[in-house]
């Protein structure tokens, strides 16, 4: 009995999902609730459990981008590790002759049949549900290969995304279907004669065949149905990364186990230069192209990442349906900076984190958002939603990207409360620990440019949400004090706002009461 494991739904907004990594290789035997892989949203990263215990079949490669609801592996249940159907033994007796049986069919005669092992069909893996054919991009090895078992050996093309197929055993390769050819799904791909290796000892007829006639003899290949990776053996997802880069893997050192090369590895590749022009072209060519290539002309391709794809989308979904606006203000920072310097260790010492400005501008966002409630409203539909609380959203760089991790009931939170809640989210964005949860539901956004010395911008709004506070770096600037001309340091704050549903009263008004409440802190204590 097969049972088919699909992409579990992870969220409302989630339609797809990256295959991160495989935990378990294609034949392994897997256990009830064992994680068998990670897979990445534009959100979150989460582990895929076997939902039942058998023989694993890969169906989604690593790096293939799959809907929510797609096929994304099999698993044999009650079945045995390694195990692979096996063609009757008149089929493979009428098998297709291979390319050094072509060439050689006087010493065939007397020679043994390669083909003595089982007979693996391999054929076109369900890749998802709406996906009902694929065409042959390339075959990666030639008929008659020896081929290891998980060796990728063609890329298939669908309508949607290129994915590889690996080898689901060791042995000789037999192709069916041509490069360019379009096959429905279940149909004959090639098949894999177990432990017929090119290397095999040849009749002793063969050596009247003319040397340009042999077929070349690779290494001496592994044991049939090995799955052990030489050191700098590439991952399907970084062999297809190195592939497009054009890097041969030879040059990547790999820091997967047993040093495979991963999908991170295969990243931050870089191509060699190109080589220098061969030394038998005429001394005027090589001048010219010299000339013609001075400096360095490397290019390299990357895809986009399942976040990067959807944080692009919606910016520009963002752009096309609001009314978005920005006003500006600035901000004199001494007052903050001043409490800072006199209380920033007793604050430590008391509750063993630091106070930084975010929750300063956080804490005085809540005041000002239950004050002018529309900048704390969205739309939804016809309909206007107001909120009685403040979900703070605050924009954070991770390694993978832009990600908004929400504080909840921030209009609850004191200042330290606020500093250990941002320190415990950004830490989780770094480490790609953040949950759905942590990532939905936020009423405001504030972001932070001034970290990487942003003076001014125009942040665009996190939707659905209506309104997102832009900070900015802290400049020594002149300025008018009691009529006098003092050296302050000064900040621009930025408030984007959808005009649809935020006027400019709401608009400018709130970000007054902001700056008010950031150059008079007592205010914030106060609560006036």
């Not at 790096?63 to 249940?77: K, L």
């Not at 049949?113 to 991009?137: D, K, L, Y």
């Not at 690996?166 to 360019?180: K, M, N, R, S």
């Not at 504080?407 to 953040?434: C, F, P, S, W, Y």
């Amino acid at each position: 009995m097969s049972l088919e494991v699909k992409v579990p739904a992870v969220g409302e907004s989630i339609t797809e999902v990256t295959i991160a990594q495989w935990l378990k290789k294609d034949g392994d035997r897997v256990e009830m609730d064992e994680v068998i892989a990670e897979l990445e949203s534009d959100k979150a990263t989460f582990e895929l459990p076997a939902e039942a215990a058998g023989i694993l079949r890969i169906v989604a490669q690593e790096g293939d981008t799959i809907e929510v609801g797609a096929t994304i592996c099999r698993i044999e249940q009650n079945g045995e590790a390694g195990s692979a159907p096996a063609a009757p033994a008149a089929k493979q007796e009428t098998a297709a002759p291979t390319t050094s049986e072509a060439t050689q069919p006087a010493a065939q005669e007397s020679a043994p049949a390669q083909g003595t092992g089982e007979t693996v069909e391999m054929r076109v893996p369900t890749v998802g549900e709406s996906i009902t054919e694929v065409t042959i991009a390339s075959w990666l090895k030639n008929e008659g290969d020896h081929v290891e078992m998980d060796e990728v050996i063609a890329e298939l093309e669908s309508d949607k995304a290129t994915f590889e197929l690996p080898a689901e055993a060791a042995g000789t390769l037999q192709i069916v279907a041509q490069q360019g050819d379009t096959v429905e799904i279940g149909g004959l791909l090639c098949r894999i004669v177990a432990g017929a290796g090119a290397g095999a000892a040849q009749p002793a007829a063969q050596p009247s065949v003319p040397a340009a006639q042999q077929p070349s003899q690779p290494a001496a290949a592994a044991p049939s149905g090995a799955q052990t990776y030489a050191s700098g053996t590439p991952s399907p997802a970084a062999g297809k990364i190195l592939s497009e880069k054009g890097i041969n893997p030879a040059e990547v050192q790999g820091t997967g186990r047993d040093g495979r090369i991963t999908k991170e590895d295969a990243m931050g590749a870089q191509a060699r230069p190109a080589a220098q022009p061969a030394a038998s072209a005429p001394a005027a060519k090589q001048e010219e192209t010299a000339q013609a290539t001075t400096g360095d002309r490397n290019q390299r391709r990357e895809k986009m990442s399942s976040l990067r794809k959807t944080v692009a989308r919606r910016l520009v979904q963002v752009k096309n349906e609001t009314a978005m606006l920005t006003t500006f203000n600035e901000v004199d920072m001494k007052p903050i900076m001043d409490i800072r310097t006199k209380y920033k260790d007793k604050f430590k010492e008391k509750h063993e984190v630091g106070l930084g400005f975010m929750s300063f501008f956080t804490k005085a966002c809540t005041v000002a958002l239950q004050e002018w409630p529309a900048v704390n409203a969205q739309i939804d539909g016809n309909d206007m939603i107001f909120n009685d609380f403040c979900d703070i959203s605050i924009a954070v760089s991770s390694p993978k990207g832009l990600v908004v991790p929400v504080i909840r009931n921030a209009e609850q939170l004191t200042l330290d409360g606020i500093e250990k809640e941002v320190i415990r989210l950004a830490k989780k964005a770094r480490d790609g620990k953040l949950s759905i949860d942590e990532m939905t539901g936020g009423t405001f956004t504030i972001t932070n440019g001034g970290v990487f010395g942003s003076m001014m911008s125009t942040p665009i709004i996190n939707a659905p949400q209506s309104a997102i506070l832009g900070m900015h770096n802290i400049v020594q600037r002149p300025g008018a004090v009691n009529g006098q001309v003092e050296i302050r340091p000064m900040m621009y704050l930025a408030l984007s706002y959808d005009h649809r549903i935020i006027d400019g009263r709401e608009s400018v008004s709130f970000l007054v009461r902001v700056k008010e409440l950031l150059e008079d802190p007592m205010r914030l204590l106060l609560g006036v």
